[in-house]
C-alpha cells in the first residue's frame, strides 16, 4: 500500500505498483470485458485501454482505491459497452460458448448443453459473470461480489433470478423438443 499512500501525496502512480496492480488484476479485467463482449481481440484491447487510462490518469479514485478488482472490471465493462454502441451490433461471436470462458463440458444430453448455452446468452453480462464464476470458478457470493463490485446480498438475489431464468428458458426450449 505504500504505492497508494505515495500515489495520494505526489498524485502520480509510481511504475512499479502500475506493474503490480497489472498483474495482479489483468485476468479478471480481460475476463469482465471477454463476457461482454465475446472476442478475443476486442477483449484484449479493452485491457490495454483500461490500463492505459489507469496509466495516464495519473492519480487513482477514491472509488479505485475502495476496491481496484471491481473498479477495474466495472471499467471493462463500460468499456465493453461503448464499443458495442459504437459498432451498432450486439454480438461479437457466433460462439456462444467463448461467453462462459471455460472449455465445453462433456455432457451426456448434447441438446441440454446446446439449450443452457442458448439460455446464458439470454442473460445479462453481469448475471452470465456471477453463473460463470459461481459454477467455473467455484467462488462464494461474497467472493463475486468482489470481482463484480456488489454485495454478497445482491449476488446471491442475481444468482437465485439468473437461475430460474435459466430453467425457464431451458423448459421452454424442451417444449419445442421434438
Same mark, same amino acid.
Given at each position: 500500500?505504500?504505492g497508494l ?7 502520480k ?8 496492480f497489472?498483474?495482479k ?9 471477454k ?9 484484449q ?7 492505459g487510462?489507469?496509466?495516464?490518469q495519473?492519480?487513482l ?7 481496484p478488482?471491481a473498479?477495474?472490471c466495472q471499467?471493462a465493462r463500460?468499456?465493453a459497452r461503448d464499443?458495442?454502441?459504437s459498432r451498432?451490433r450486439r454480438?461479437f ?5 467463448? #461467453?462462459?470462458a $471455460?472449455p465445453?463440458p462433456? *455432457? ?6 446446446d439449450?443452457l448455452? /442458448?439460455?446464458m446468452e ?6 452470465a459473470q456471477a453463473i460463470s ?9 461474497a ?7 456488489r454485495? #454478497?446480498v445482491? $449476488?446471491?438475489?442475481?444468482l *437465485?433470478?439468473a437461475?430460474?431464468r435459466l430453467k425457464?428458458q431451458i /423448459?421452454k426450449?424442451?417444449r419445442g423438443?421434438s
Amino acid at each position: 500500500m505504500l504505492g497508494l499512500t505515495t500515489t495520494a501525496t505526489t498524485g502520480k502512480l509510481p511504475d512499479w505498483v502500475f506493474r503490480e496492480f497489472y498483474g495482479k488484476h489483468y485476468q479478471s479485467v480481460y475476463r469482465a470485458a471477454k463476457r461482454v463482449i465475446r472476442n478475443f481481440h476486442d477483449a484484449q484491447d479493452i485491457v490495454q485501454t483500461v490500463f492505459g487510462r489507469l496509466l495516464e490518469q495519473g492519480r487513482l479514485s477514491p472509488d479505485f482505491l475502495k476496491n481496484p478488482e471491481a473498479y477495474l472490471c466495472q471499467a471493462a465493462r463500460n468499456q465493453a459497452r461503448d464499443l458495442m454502441r459504437s459498432r451498432g451490433r450486439r454480438k461479437f461471436s457466433t460462439d456462444p460458448l467463448e #461467453r462462459l470462458a $471455460v472449455p465445453a463440458p462433456e *455432457v451426456e444430453d448434447p441438446w441440454m448443453f446446446d439449450a443452457l448455452t /442458448e439460455a446464458m446468452e439470454e442473460l445479462g453480462p453481469d448475471a452470465a459473470q456471477a453463473i460463470s464464476l459461481r459454477y467455473s470458478e467455484d467462488l462464494s457470493d461474497a467472493e463475486i461480489g468482489k470481482r463484480i463490485g456488489r454485495s #454478497r446480498v445482491a $449476488v446471491a438475489m442475481m444468482l *437465485v433470478r439468473a437461475r430460474a431464468r435459466l430453467k425457464k428458458q431451458i /423448459e421452454k426450449r424442451g417444449r419445442g423438443r421434438s
